[in-house]
Structures are given as structure tokens and as C-alpha cells.
């Protein structure tokens, strides 16, 4: 179907400065206007995600709609500077594109918002400041809590990601726009965002704590403020899974949530699979809220879950096998809790010890976390977690007996843990595996605690060596089952690195066995439960659904191996690709490290080291960041570096070296 497309459409702020929007809507959309729907991030339109918008915003356009893909204001070929994530600017520019877009001849005056990731943080915060114009989002791995369950800190604990993340942006804020589209002033363009560009990753360190730094764009600070129906959207293999369960229960709003076994990625580029024709599902949505037709898509569960069934445990999976399940309602009368108490010889029992002083002890070695996989699938793998065998000898285990039926799991399992530490600064891990008849161990769900944080995020304090207290800690969401023969494992650290920061020295841990239990969010599976369908993609995304294509990535663990420049030159090599419909050879690396030695907590260090480069014709443009993080038992410290050259000739360099002083974390 032919689509008009426009390629950099300047879209005028208060302050003059205007940002760039890439638009695809029906060639008639003049004569007869069609509802927008916006997505509004900062990775840049013209490269980097050119060939995911065309999935869908093109798709849209062929289904009678504006689809708009606006770089923030800093990025790609948008004026002005992008200093941190959703800062107020930001959102004020989100709220005057989406009355821009309903005063365009073209539009009807309806604006939806969708957004993967930082597009569905601010379609959220965006629909609590209730612009008119904007009549539905849809919100795909996001958060409603920026501090609690976002990349930088997880139950008071600093995330390895955090660093990740920073140096992301740390390499995307450090890239100029395309002179093609903005003439001869893309180079002051570029060298205003080079002198502006900073380690976002110190700001972050700064504010450890649930302070008002992190309440802002927090929109669970005020749910009530969101008017207007929301998708929420993510998968099991994503880090953001737990807010479509929040947003369910706590909007009021018309809603349905979608979680598939996917990691960060759209569900009709979802792997692991089976992707879905999320194209379609969000074109009912649309066609709902925006148009007014009755599309039978409120009639759908509220909630639609992939329930994952047991498989090896593998850093990837082209796909995971389960069965989709549709609840009515969230929280569902259907799902109960089923309590399970520790008990002496590493069991896990559904009755309580008889009272008594029974008490188990922990101390983790430094390098329980090493099996782990990252905080958030980004790429799919290979960075999911392995064999949890390879952890437990470092932990504290109770397991069932094998299941003399299955068990279905769908929420969140909650722990009531009562303690001893040693040490005023710890942290607790707890994991739940499916443990095959073999010994293979599959991790289903986890979640850390600072401990320091037992009276909340917002008011850390110092424990007191041998003092005994309890906390509740919630794991994450999950949905699986569990079969006959299985075993349900506990698994407790003291740490959990590199995935988390470890606390700044070795802590030994007393549990008690009287006031610790685990509930788990059991399933009843019943003949009268709806049943849940989707089409498949219509765009299928070539890369992703291509296995030679997935084993281009890695996330390899080395023991004792220093990091060569040779080995940093091959990653640099694979990094490079054409994007032909705008002759432009790009470069996208990033080489990841994390370290320690031995049970020094004093040594954890990670690094990342992020190449871009631009080639077309005689413009040649290449930055190189690199971000270091160390700690020792006072303090982080943060050394970054900065360099951009033109044509071969540097032309730009900073370096940056800052000590942040550990509080509680």
C-alpha cells in the first residue's frame, strides 16, 4: 500500500527550538484526516531504530494512521540538549508535539502514544499530565517507578545495569545529526552536544536513596493522574514485568496487560518466542480509543500471560514453550496464595517448624551472581541466566519434595524473611528454580533486598550486628508451571554480583526459621478460564527471528583473563552495517566488563567501552566512550572518557574522575 512518508518535519517549542519528527501516513490523509499515534525517544530515527519504526509506524499508516517517530529534543536531528532521562523539558516538549499533532491538517485531533522502553516511561508520564488531545498509550517494557523497578537500583540495591545503561547513553548523547537532513549546522549542533555530555552515571550515584530526584515521572506517586486507557506490555525475559501487574491493580482507568516469554523488544519482534501479531492486537486498541469502533478488544482479559512450562536452562531460547492464560481481572480471584516454610535438612515444607530456636547460616562467596544473566534481557541472549547448580553451592537451599501434580504460578511470590547479620550494610538474594528429575536447575524468578532499607526506600539506616529483625522482600512476577516430578527450589546469597553491587564487605547471615516463610501465587486451572489467541506478526523482524543472526551477540564469563586490545578490535569489526535508503555506513559496538578478585569486595570494578561511527561520501564522523565504575568500602568512583573525531582528526576530548560516597548501598 503506498504510504506518504516525511522525512524531517520540524516541530517548533515554546523556547525556538524545534525538534524532528519522521512521519508515514495515507496519501489522503489532507483531504481526510486520520488519528496519530506517537512514539517519542531518543535513539535517533534516521539510523538506529529506522528499520524497527518501519515495522510499525508504516503499518500504521497503511491502516488508515498517522505514525510519528519524534527524536527527542538532543538527539538524532532534534535541536537543543538531552541532559537526563524525563526531566520536566521533556515532558513539557512530549505534551506541545501531541497538541502539535492534533492541530495538523492531516490529524483528527485524536493522538495515541506508544513506546518501547524510555517511549513507554514518558507515554506514561505524558498521560498524567492529561494533555486533551491524547486519547490512549501504549506502554511496552516500562515502569511506574523509576527508583523501585527501573535499570538503576532494585529493592535499595545498586543494578550492574545502572553502569550499562549510563554508558548507553553516555555513547548516544555523544553523536551529531545527520548533515543530510540539517545542512551546515550539524557540526555546532554536535559540538554543543559534545561539551554538554556528561556521565549520567554520576548523577544516579548521587541519589542511592527513593528521594524526589526519583519520585518525579514516578507516576505510581499518583496513579490516579493517568485519564486515559492503557496497554501495558512486557515479557519474562524483559526487566520490567512487574509494572504491568502494578498498572492493573492500581489504574482505574480502562486497561489490559500483556506479558509473553519475550525479552526487551515489541512482541511482533519477540524472542524468546512466540512472537505475536502485536501490529494487529495494538490496531484494535486503536481503533477503539481513537476511532470508536467497536473492535471486541475490551472483551479480551484483562490480563493475557504466557504461562511457561519447564525447559533446560540456556543463556538464550529461540523460544519458550507454555500456554497462554486470560484473567478477567487483576488481581484474580483465581490466583491464591499457598504458603511454604524452611525446615531443617534444606526442606521445604507447606507446615511450619514446631516452634524453636532453629536458625540456618549463609555467607555467600563474592562470585555468586556469575550465572545470573543480566538485570534485563536487552538483546535476547546470550545474557539470560544459566544452570542454577552453578550458584547454589554458595547459597542456602530448601527444596520441595518432587510434585505429585502440577503447580501453576502467576504473580508474585512474596518472602517474610527473619534475621541476623554482621555487618551494618547487607543485602539478601532469593531465587526460585524449577529443578528437573535430572538435577537441571532453571531459574524462574529472583528478587534482592537492601537490607538497610527495612523501613523503606525513602529512609536507609545502618543494621545492628546480631540484632534480629524481619523484612518482606518481593520477587519478581513470574507465570509457570510447574509438572509432576519437579521440585520447587529456595535459593538465599548475601550477594549477588555483578548483576547487583555487592554490599562493601562480607556479611554472614543467620536466618530463623521461625518467622520466615514464602508464599507463592498459585493458579487454579479451571475449564472456564477465556481463552487467548493472536495472529502472527505481520512485519516479522529479519534479525531477531533469524538464529545466525542471535549468535552474533555475546556475554561470555572469563575467569583470570585480561582484557586484550585485539579482542576489543574484533567486537569492534562486527559492529558494522549498512542502512542502504539513506547511504549511511554505520558503526555500533560496545565491549562490557565486569571484575573482581577473589573475596575482595573492595576490587568489583565494571567498564564499557562504546564505539559510534557515521561514513557517507566525505562526512565521517566516530566517538569512542568508556566508563569505568570501582568501589571499594567508602565509596564509588567513576572514571569516563570522551573522544569524537571528524574526518580522522580528533576533535574533542574530556575526562572525567568523581567519588561518590557509599551510603547504605
Not at 497538541?99 to 492531516?106: S, T, Y
Not at 511496552?140 to 527508583?147: N, Q
Not at 535430572?438 to 545502618?462: F, M, Q, S, W
Request: glycine share 8%; net charge negative; charged share 25%.
Amino acid at each position: 500500500m503506498t504510504v506518504s512518508i516525511h522525512e524531517d518535519v520540524r516541530i517548533p517549542m515554546a523556547d525556538g527550538i524545534t525538534l524532528s519528527a519522521r512521519i508515514w501516513h495515507p496519501p489522503d490523509a489532507g483531504e481526510h484526516p486520520v488519528p496519530a499515534i506517537l512514539e517519542y525517544i531518543p535513539y535517533r530515527k534516521r539510523d538506529f531504530t529506522r528499520a524497527r519504526d518501519e515495522t510499525l509506524h508504516r503499518w500504521y499508516a497503511e491502516h488508515g494512521y498517522a505514525g510519528v517517530r519524534v527524536d527527542l529534543r538532543g538527539s538524532g536531528e532534534s535541536e537543543g540538549l538531552l541532559t537526563d532521562e524525563y526531566i520536566q523539558q521533556e515532558l513539557d516538549d512530549g505534551y506541545a508535539v501531541v497538541e502539535w499533532l492534533a492541530e495538523q491538517p492531516w490529524c483528527d485531533g485524536n493522538v495515541g502514544m506508544i513506546g518501547i522502553s524510555w517511549g513507554g516511561f514518558n507515554g506514561l508520564q505524558i498521560a498524567a499530565m492529561q494533555p486533551p488531545a491524547l486519547k490512549a498509550i501504549v506502554t511496552v517494557c516500562s515502569t511506574d517507578d523509576r527508583y523501585a523497578d527501573d535499570v538503576h537500583y532494585m529493592g535499595g540495591c545498586l543494578l550492574g545495569d545502572n553502569l550499562s545503561w549510563a554508558s548507553v547513553m553516555f555513547a548516544y548523547n555523544s553523536l551529531p545529526p545527520d548533515p543530510a537532513l540539517r545542512g551546515e549546522d550539524w557540526r555546532p549542533l554536535w559540538h554543543q552536544r559534545l561539551e554538554a555530555n556528561a556521565p549520567w552515571l554520576i548523577k544516579w550515584l548521587e541519589h542511592p536513596a527513593r528521594d524526589d530526584y526519583w519520585r518525579h515521572g514516578s507516576i505510581c506517586e499518583d496513579h490516579a493522574a493517568v485519564q486515559c486507557p492503557v496497554m501495558a506490555v512486557s515479557g519474562w525475559a524483559d526487566g520490567y514485568t512487574d509494572a504491568v501487574f502494578r498498572l492493573l491493580e492500581q489504574l482505574s482507568v480502562p486497561r489490559q496487560g500483556l506479558v509473553g516469554p519475550w525479552s526487551h523488544k515489541y512482541p511482533h519482534q519477540g524472542v524468546p518466542g512466540p512472537a505475536i501479531g502485536f501490529q494487529q492486537e495494538t490496531l484494535r486498541w486503536w481503533d477503539r480509543w481513537l476511532k470508536g469502533r467497536e473492535t471486541g478488544i475490551m472483551q479480551e482479559p484483562m490480563l493475557r500471560a504466557w504461562v511457561q512450562e519447564a525447559t533446560e536452562p540456556a543463556t538464550r531460547y529461540h523460544h519458550r514453550p507454555g500456554h497462554w492464560v486470560g484473567e478477567r481481572a487483576w488481581p484474580s480471584p483465581y490466583v491464591q496464595p499457598q504458603m511454604l516454610y524452611p525446615a531443617t535438612g534444606g526442606h521445604l515444607r507447606d507446615t511450619p517448624m514446631a516452634a524453636g530456636d532453629d536458625q540456618f547460616i549463609l555467607q555467600s562467596p563474592l562470585s555468586l551472581g556469575l550465572f545470573a544473566g543480566k538485570w534485563c534481557s536487552y538483546s535476547a541472549g546470550p545474557d539470560l541466566p544459566y544452570d542454577q547448580r552453578e550458584e547454589d553451592g554458595g547459597a542456602l537451599v530448601f527444596e520441595t519434595d518432587p510434585l505429585d501434580a502440577p503447580m501453576e504460578l502467576l504473580g508474585a511470590p512474596e518472602m517474610t524473611l527473619r534475621c541476623r547479620v554482621d555487618r551494618p550494610v547487607a543485602q539478601v538474594a532469593a531465587r526460585l528454580s524449577d529443578v528437573a528429575v535430572d538435577g537441571k536447575a532453571t531459574r524462574i524468578t529472583y528478587g534482592v533486598l537492601n537490607l538497610n532499607h527495612r523501613e523503606g526506600h525513602h529512609a536507609p539506616e545502618a543494621l545492628t550486628p546480631g540484632e534480629a529483625f524481619t523484612v518482606v522482600l518481593k520477587l519478581n512476577d513470574l507465570g509457570h508451571r510447574l509438572t509432576p516430578g519437579h521440585r520447587l527450589r529456595l535459593s538465599l546469597s548475601t550477594s549477588y554480583w555483578p548483576l547487583a553491587v555487592p554490599p562493601p564487605e562480607p556479611v554472614c547471615m543467620k536466618v530463623l526459621a521461625a518467622g520466615t516463610t514464602l508464599s507463592l501465587p498459585v493458579r487454579a486451572v479451571r475449564d472456564d478460564a477465556p481463552a487467548v489467541h493472536f495472529p502472527e506478526p505481520a512485519y516479522p523482524d529479519p534479525v531477531t527471528r533469524t538464529p545466525q543472526k542471535l549468535a552474533e551477540h555475546r556475554w561470555v564469563v572469563h575467569r583470570d583473563l585480561e582484557t586484550s586490545a585485539s579482542a576489543l578490535e574484533v567486537i569492534k569489526d562486527e559492529g558494522r552495517y549498512r542502512i542502504e535508503d539513506v547511504d549511511l555506513l554505520v558503526e555500533d559496538a560496545t565491549y562490557e566488563t565486569y571484575r573482581s578478585v577473589g573475596e575482595d569486595f573492595s576490587s568489583i570494578e565494571g567498564e564499557v567501552i562504546a564505539w559510534r561511527a557515521f561514513e557517507r561520501d566525505d562526512w565521517a564522523v566516530s566517538t569512542r566512550t568508556r566508563t569505568r565504575l570501582e568501589a571499594d568500602d567508602q565509596a564509588f568512583h567513576v572514571h569516563a572518557e570522551l573522544d569524537a573525531w571528524e574526518a580522522g582528526r580528533r576533535v574533542f576530548s574530556r575526562n572525567w574522575h568523581e567519588r561518590i560516597p557509599r551510603r547504605f548501598v
